[in-house]
């Protein structure tokens, strides 16, 4: 099993729909989970931090699921402007290693 | 605040060559990490430094070396670069180890 897995996409969705994500990790003990935001050919960007108790940013919804080892985000009244690609980042908490997954792209449609 | 800078942004080599890709931060993190992102591969980890004087291997260390000799600098060496080395570079810092990470632009890399 990959260290952390994503669904590739494309996920194409409707100007003002709700998309969500999931991410799943495989070492139960990491403790630090992110989402990036990488749009064509430029640098990712931290989206958010995925807390235990779950967070919310604006549209931006992250949570964690311990037991099942995922994380998910969701994206409420899509814009075109979410459109990029979404990685699922996590601190492995052993060596240190952050371990991005490969990745899900989202089309936003007009 | 220049945060990560990257050079250079494009290189064009040719099978056999070395070439550093050098990588800075004036943000004074301990944390630095260079990544390779190839299509449909995401971005993996070569290598990282938890401060000065300190590196470890990432997922994909091989034909790539490392040091750090100042929290500023993290340069990337290839001392024979080969055809699938062909890739986008990224330099990242973080001022803890948990994930928060702020990236230089990207250094493209093709090998012929």
């Known amino acids: 099993r990959k260290e952390v897995e994503q669904d590739p996409g494309p996920f194409n969705v409707p100007e003002g729909a709700t998309v969500a994500f999931n991410c799943t990790y495989s070492n139960s003990a990491s403790q630090s989970f992110f989402w990036y935001r990488q749009d064509c050919r430029k640098e990712p960007k931290l989206l958010m931090s995925v807390y235990s108790s779950g967070n919310e940013d604006g549209r931006f919804t992250a949570q964690l699921n311990r037991a099942s080892q995922y994380i998910s985000l969701l994206i409420r009244d899509s814009k075109l402007s979410d459109s990029a690609t979404y990685l699922c980042?996590?601190?492995?908490?052993?060596?240190?290693?952050?371990?991005f997954g490969k990745g899900t792209r989202l089309h936003i449609l007009p | 605040n220049a945060g990560v800078t990257q050079t250079p942004k494009f290189q064009v080599l040719k099978t056999g060559q070395s070439m550093t890709l050098q990588c800075a931060q004036d943000?004074?993190?301990?944390?630095m990490s260079w990544y390779r992102q190839d299509p449909g591969m995401g971005l993996r980890l070569i290598h990282y430094?938890?401060?000065?004087?300190?590196?470890d291997q990432g997922e994909v260390p091989n034909g790539y070396n490392v040091s750090r000799s100042t929290t500023e600098d993290f340069p990337l060496r290839l001392l024979s670069a080969a055809p699938s080395q062909t890739s986008v570079y990224f330099c990242?810092?973080?001022?803890?180890?948990?994930?928060?990470?702020?990236f230089g632009a990207g250094s493209r890399l093709t090998v012929l």
């Open positions: 990242a810092s973080s001022a803890d180890r948990r994930g928060v990470l702020t």
């Open positions: 980042v996590v601190n492995m908490n052993r060596d240190d290693k952050i371990i």
């Open positions: 430094s938890v401060g000065a004087g300190i590196t």
């Open positions: 943000m004074n993190h301990e944390y």
